[in-house]
């Protein structure tokens, strides 16, 4: 059994009662014993006459208490302390009742401080049984389990916070209360912040990937067209080449397949669907004719 003592020092004060206080506002309500004096006493001597006296009387006082060999005291701060005094315990319930408060949360305190002693004993306890039956992995297991609880490393800051909420009175306390609460405020909003960027620099990322992509296709597609236009540009005769395959062919069939590659003009109603036999094929020398002779 752990306990935390907490030892608050508070100096007993006296209750006054009311009576006390209507003597002390008398008192202090009266007049200066010298002649038509109207000021306020400061000074009373302890002899049969009580005399008061004003602090612009003081040298009155000392001759009447020398004469009549009498004390005197200042009765203006004694009133004055007894009245502070009046004032003061105006406080002391509520002095009382911070100190109850914090006593209950104190107490709860150690109750979970207790909690956590008697589970951590009969941990304690489990370990040594588990380890006399060589079960050492059941052991471990209950180590590695007390080993993630850093109870060190757990958020105190809510309940600093909490505490200065429930137990704080003073400006100061109220200021600090604040302070952590807006603290807290900028930080979720930072967070929140955060966040946001975090997601738009992820999409902004996809979006790359993507047109990465699509320019990746992009140039394979135009690698592809390039590829096919050098593979028609290989069959493709300029007209000097068309010539020279025109001079060298033999036949007619051989002359239908090339002329037909042309699309000339009436060539396939006439030649090929009139099923003529071609005996030579001519290309003018501006290019611009072909001569077609038949059998
Ligand atoms: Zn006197
Ligand atoms: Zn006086």
């Excluded at 302890?46 to 008061?52: F, S």
């Excluded at 489990?126 to 609880?149: F, G, R």
């Excluded at 493709?236 to 033999?250: A, C, M, P």
Aim: proline residues 1%; contains cysteine.
């Amino acid at each position: 059994m752990i306990t935390i003592f907490v030892i608050c020092a508070r100096k007993t004060q006296k209750n006054l009662h009311s009576n006390e206080i209507l003597i002390v506002k008398i008192i202090m309500d009266f007049k200066c014993s010298v002649g038509e004096c109207l000021e306020s006493i400061t000074w009373q001597c302890d002899c049969p006459e009580k005399l008061k006296f004003c602090l612009t009387h003081s040298k009155e006082m000392s001759n009447h208490s020398r004469l009549k060999k009498c004390h005197t005291v200042n009765i203006k701060e004694k009133c004055l302390g007894i009245l502070a005094d009046h004032y003061k315990n105006a406080l002391n319930h509520f002095e009382s009742d911070c100190i109850k408060l914090t006593q209950e949360m104190i107490y709860e305190i150690n109750n979970c401080l207790n909690d956590n002693w008697n589970y951590l004993q009969k941990k304690k306890k489990e370990i040594n049984d588990l380890i006399l039956s060589e079960q050492n992995d059941k052991a471990d297991t209950i180590v590695n389990w007390v080993n993630t609880l850093n109870i060190l490393q757990r958020e105190k800051n809510q309940y600093y916070l909490s505490v200065r909420q429930l137990l704080g009175i003073d400006n100061a306390n109220i200021k600090i209360v604040t302070d952590l609460e807006k603290l807290e405020d900028n930080l979720k909003i930072l967070k929140k912040n955060f966040q946001e960027s975090c997601e738009k620099i992820n999409g902004l990322e996809k979006e790359f990937i993507n047109s990465n992509e699509n320019n990746k296709k992009l140039s394979d597609e135009l690698e592809d067209t390039k590829k096919n236009l050098a593979q028609e540009n290989k069959y493709r005769f300029s007209v000097e080449e068309f010539k020279k395959v025109l001079s060298n062919l033999n036949g007619s069939d051989g002359f239908k397949i090339i002329l037909t590659r042309l699309d000339l003009q009436d060539f396939l109603p006439i030649f090929i669907e009139g099923n003529k036999v071609i005996d030579k094929a001519l290309i003018t020398n501006d290019n611009n004719y072909v001569f077609i002779c038949e059998i």
